[in-house]
Antibody, heavy 123, light 108 residues
Framework: EVQLVGSGGGLIQPGGSLRLSCAAS????????MSWVRQAPGKGLEWVSM???????YYADSVKGRFTISRDNSQNTLYLQMNSLRVEDTAVYYC?????????????????WGQGTLVTVSS | EIVLTQSPATLSLSPGERATLSCRAS??????LAWYQQKPGQAPRLLIY???NRATGIPARFSGSGSGTDFTLTISSLEPADFAVYYC??????????FGGGTKVEIK
């Protein structure tokens, strides 16, 4: 069974750092497209970052230079290192897998999602 | 950045009725469009990809149509479990991937 379990959220002051983790089971993060998507309280969805199976990474302009996506293949875990956090980064952060069907995988659609981990940036 | 505009913001319907949700893109996304359903406290669920293909395990009452800039999600006969917020998302021109603002389907 495919499962994604996010962790690492919490309350952090502006300017601080936090690392989110997303432990995967039932598939290998190393061979899939993996993304982080966030949702501010009461708001819509915002894509944050993606890592390809080959290691290429992509970011939203709002987090570029501050956030880093990575993975540990041995731990089958996806990470999001968040530095220089701002109040506007407050959100539930979801990890998500690129959708695969019929032998084809799509980096830009998401089928399995983690349960979300809340990051609150406040003084 | 491609902006997706969803309408209406809220749709008030009764179980058994047909729901029609709209998503308009600021420029063509050809058919690189998905629809998601999100219930309170839950992660989104992929319903439709490539504008009209149902994702694995999605019931046939959900259908998607459109291409270019105008897209529609139709729920043929609403069931109680279908009352939720629905988002469209484009995968044509990225980064960034972008989502619409959502349509809430509520019980009338």
């Amino acid at each position: 069974e495919v499962q994604l379990v996010g962790s690492g959220g919490g309350l952090i002051q502006p300017g601080g750092s936090l690392r989110l983790s997303c432990a995967a089971s039932g598939f290998n993060v190393s061979s899939n497209y993996m993304s982080w998507v966030r949702q501010a309280p009461g708001k819509g969805l915002e894509w944050v970052s993606m890592i390809y199976s080959g290691g290429s990474t992509y970011y939203a302009d709002s987090v570029k230079g501050r956030f880093t996506i990575s993975r540990d293949n041995s731990q089958n875990t996806l990470y999001l290192q968040m530095n220089s956090l701002r109040v506007e980064d407050t959100a539930v952060y979801y990890c998500a897998r690129g959708y695969c069907s019929g032998g084809r995988c799509y980096p830009y659609y998401f089928d399995y999602w983690g349960q979300g981990t809340l990051v609150t940036v406040s003084s | 950045e491609i902006v997706l505009t969803q309408s209406p913001a809220t749709l008030s319907l009764s179980p058994g009725e047909r729901a029609t949700l709209s998503c308009r893109a600021s420029q063509s996304v050809t058919t690189y469009l998905a629809w998601y359903q999100q219930k309170p406290g839950q992660a989104p669920r992929l319903l439709i990809y490539d504008a009209s293909n149902r994702a694995t395990g999605i019931p046939a009452r959900f259908s998607g149509s459109g291409s270019g800039t105008d897209f529609t999600l139709t729920i043929s006969s609403l069931e109680p479990a279908d009352f939720a917020v629905y988002y469209c998302q484009q995968g044509s021109n990225w980064p960034p991937l972008t989502f619409g603002g959502g349509t809430k389907v509520e019980i009338k």
